[in-house]
T-cell receptor, first 114, second 114 residues
Framework: KQEVTQIPAALSVPEGENLVLNCSFT??????LQWFRQDPGKGLTSLLL?????REQTSGRLNASLDKSSGRSTLYIAASQPGDSATYLC?????????????FGSGTRLLVRP | KAGVTQTPRYLIKTRGQQVTLSCSPI?????VSWYQQTPGQGLQFLFE???????NKGNFPGRFSGRQFSNSRSEMNVSTLELGDSALYLC?????????????FGQGTRLTVV
């Protein structure tokens, strides 16, 4: 049974700092991994999608890496800003599923202090 | 390009009542999946529909049901509401197949059961 874990659960950093969020999963038979951002009481905004055959994806100040063999992904945020404050969630879809289903981690709540 | 639309945004219901939530996916997307988000359990998969067929169902009681129409719009229904059904219900729209399948979420429906 696939399980997704995110560490740390919460993180507080001063503005301008580079930071890394971690995501680990127990079953390496994944189709892809997706990082999302969620603001309080809102829906999820897709940040990056990494296919299982890829090692990393970049979008602006965000870079996500994937190591399937070790069951890990990291989200790197460069030069953090107060507007980056949100909860970050990672989710995987399993290749053995006959449907499209995401399994989520519990998220990392990020606060960037001005 | 219009995003995923969920209606209503907020609902307050009484125990024992039933409720229907609606989701309109991105044009061209044939997969709609539903998730329940609570502070204690995080994001949990409810079910996924693809071309009007339920392909997968999560571990929820039979009070939770859904359907998808020929235009890919989906509804989920919860009957005999319980206090524990209070949650943010999110729907996700995607192509539904392929390694580059990316999920796009709506803003959610906040259901409060009193």
């Amino acid at each position: 049974k696939q399980e997704v874990t995110q560490i740390p659960a919460a993180l507080s950093v001063p503005e301008g700092e580079n930071l890394v969020l971690n995501c680990s999963f127990t079953d390496s038979a994944i189709y892809n991994l997706q990082w999302f951002r969620q603001d309080p009481g809102k829906g999820l905004t897709s940040l990056l999608l990494i296919q299982s055959s890829q090692r990393e994806q970049t979008s602006g100040r965000l870079n996500a890496s994937l190591d399937k063999s070790s069951g890990r992904s990291t989200l790197y945020i460069a030069a953090s800003q107060p507007g980056d404050s949100a909860t970050y969630l990672c989710a995987v879809s399993n290749s053995m599923d006959s449907s499209y289903k995401l399994i989520f981690g519990s998220g990392t709540r990020l606060l960037v202090r001005p | 390009k219009a995003g995923v639309t969920q209606t209503p945004r907020y609902l307050i219901k009484t125990r024992g009542q039933q409720v229907t939530l609606s989701c309109s996916p991105i044009s061209g997307h044939r997969s709609v999946s539903w998730y329940q988000q609570t502070p204690g359990q995080g994001l949990q998969f409810l079910f996924e529909y693809f071309s009007e067929t339920q392909r997968n169902k999560g571990n929820f009681p039979g009070r939770f049901s859904g359907r998808q129409f020929s235009n890919s719009r989906s509804e989920m229904n919860v009957s005999t509401l319980e206090l524990g059904d209070s949650a943010l219900y999110l729907c996700a729209s995607s192509l539904g197949f392929g390694m580059n399948t990316e999920a796009f979420f709506g803003q959610g429906t906040r259901l409060t059961v009193v």
